[in-house]
């Protein structure tokens, strides 16, 4: 006799489901463990530092102190004396002659020979600004004439392309002759060697006055080089 089975206990039926029940448990875990993530802990501290104060060793300088040499002992002087018997004569007496004079005696007296001290001369003032100040004959306009048909324009100056204005100062003296000469303000060592000579072979000026006296002055000029 065949046996048969009850609907209701018949699982075959429910075999698919019960198939796509468990995929979409296991589907389930599997995201779920994708998706699980630990979140790491907070660290309170990294830790510290401990600083440590390191104290500098200070080596006193030391100096041997300088042992000077003692003193040399002072000199001793020793006397030395001679024991003479009362009994023995002296030959070396000192003879001691009559100082007195009268009027025929004559004394030899050395001569005084005075010297004189000789006077210090006292070297002339030299003076910036007089009552009459010095001058060259036929004025300022004829000086700077005088200046630029004298200068020779030094070869090495042209050929570097060198110009300029070479401020000079000198001394007219009490008979009016150019002296001491020296360049304030230079350009070039040609140049102003150049200017120096220039001035030294300035004729005469009329020397300046002071209270009516001719006097040392010192006079200014300058000295323009320019290519042409």
């Known amino acids: 006799m065949e046996q048969k089975k009850s609907a209701k206990a018949d699982l075959e039926n429910k075999r698919n489901m019960f198939f ?4 979409v448990v296991a589907l389930g ?6 998706e699980w993530t630990t979140k790491p802990t907070k660290v ?3 830790g510290e530092i401990q600083s440590m104060v390191v104290e500098e060793e200070f080596i006193p300088v030391t100096r041997e102190p300088e042992v000077k040499p003692p003193p040399p002992p002072p000199p001793q002087v020793v006397e ?3 024991i003479v018997d009362d009994d023995v004569e002296i030959e070396d007496e000192l003879e001691i002659e009559d100082s007195e004079a009268d009027d025929e005696t004559i004394i030899d007296v050395a001569p005084v020979i005075e010297t004189m ?3 210090e001369e006292e070297a002339p003032e030299i003076f910036t600004i007089v ?3 010095a001058e060259f004959p036929g004025g300022i306009k004829a000086l700077y004439n005088f200046i630029s048909k004298s200068v020779k324009y030094p070869v090495i100056a042209q050929e570097n392309g060198i110009e300029g204005t070479v401020f000079v100062k000198f001394v007219v003296d009490e008979q009016g002759n150019a002296s001491s000469a020296e360049v304030l303000r230079g350009v070039d060592a040609s140049l102003d060697s150049e200017a120096l000579r220039v001035i030294n072979s300035l004729p005469r000026f ?3 006055k002071q209270r009516g006296r001719p006097v040392k002055v010192y ?3 300058k000295i323009n080089f320019q290519l042409q």
């Open 219 to 221: 006079y200014h000029a």
């Open 20 to 23: 796509l029940f468990g995929l």
């Open 29 to 34: 875990v599997t995201l779920l463990a994708f």
């Open 117 to 119: 001290e000789e006077e």
């Open 80 to 82: 030395v004396l001679n």
């Open 206 to 208: 009329k020397p300046g």
């Open 131 to 133: 009552e009459e100040p």
């Open 44 to 46: 309170s501290s990294l």
